[in-house]
């Protein structure tokens, strides 16, 4: 049995590359490895790797996530500028006995250290749409903030969680947000599964809700039932303690590779795959009672939607 789950209609092309390892017999890692650098390769997602949109003065600063699931290890990067893959680093630091999650020129420092490939991240649609929005008056966060997450549990029961975000458009330099945080952006644990969110980081940190799914799973809730109880309980909480909840996606898959997911927001793309499905994107919203509903996105919708 091996199966995958990820974010956001972007995720397609990778979460099919990666069902082909998972099949040749790769470890998920590996396959979650090369999945996420499909997206952080393609210029045109504006949210994630080259094409990522920049900060407030116009650097493209890069997070992610890493955990194996078999062993807990964890490495993150925060805040990173100028190589191509974050999320290989992050996983390269999941090695390390210390100094697991690094940011800024210490990462810098340890990327080139490793002979990561070096690369200037910004891309000349990225530099066009700052220049666009520097006219507005004043400067504030673009509301867009879609991480690339993605879960995948391989042959040998072996399960790994990892994200790749460039964060909020127009942010202030040096902001981080949940995806690099272990038990909020991420969490894995292959006797039990894994989880991972998107949304609005300053958010999704108040909760840990990637760490909440996975101590619910570990109680015997479905992965559904799990993201369900962990995202409505802290979107109520929120809106209750101050007013307002904020974006939040999360996904989930156990160890029997089924999977879950839960969202406060009108649409959510994401994407399955597993030994008996093709990678599908499927979009998930609420109806007026509040219930999730969940369908099949169809080929108009695909069409209409390249860069979801």
Not at 11 to 34: Q, T, W, Y
Not at 91 to 111: C, I
Not at 182 to 207: H, N, P, Q, R
């Amino acid at each position: 049995m091996y199966a995958m789950i990820a974010t956001w209609r972007m995720a397609l092309d990778g979460v099919s590359r990666g069902k082909e390892m998972l099949a040749e017999g790769c470890c998920a890692a590996d396959a979650l490895e090369s999945a996420i650098r499909m997206v952080e390769e393609r210029e045109e997602y504006t949210s994630v790797g080259y094409g990522g949109l920049p900060n407030a003065q116009m650097q493209v600063e890069l997070d992610a996530g890493f955990m194996d699931g078999d062993s807990l290890s964890i490495g993150a990067v925060g805040g990173i500028h100028d190589f191509a893959s974050p999320f290989a680093i992050a996983r390269r630091l999941s090695r390390e006995p210390l100094n697991n999650f690094l940011v800024g020129s210490g990462a810098e420092l340890y990327a080139h250290k490793h002979g990561f490939a070096r690369r200037n991240m910004l891309s000349e649609a990225a530099r066009a749409r700052y220049m666009r929005q520097r006219q507005e008056q004043p400067l504030q966060a673009y509301a867009g903030h879609d991480t690339v997450c993605m879960i995948a549990l391989d042959h040998c029961g072996s399960m790994c969680a990892g994200t790749s975000t460039s964060g909020l458009f127009m942010k202030h330099p040096g902001r981080v947000g949940d995806s690099p945080i272990a038990g909020s952006g991420f969490y894995a644990d292959s006797e039990v599964g894994c989880a991972c969110a998107t949304g609005l980081g300053e958010e999704v940190m108040k909760g840990c809700v990637s760490y909440e799914i996975v101590r619910l799973m570990k109680q015997g809730l479905t992965p559904m039932q799990a993201c369900e109880q962990a995202v409505m309980d802290f979107d109520h909480d929120l809106r209750r303690r101050r007013g307002s909840a904020g974006d939040m996606s999360l996904i989930a898959m156990n160890a029997q590779g089924e999977w879950g997911i839960s969202t406060n927001i009108d649409t959510f793309s994401f994407v399955t795959a597993s030994e008996s499905q093709p990678a599908i994107v499927w979009l998930a919203k609420r109806d007026a009672r509040g219930k999730l509903q969940i369908k099949q996105a169809d080929a108009a919708w695909l069409s209409a939607h390249p860069q979801e």
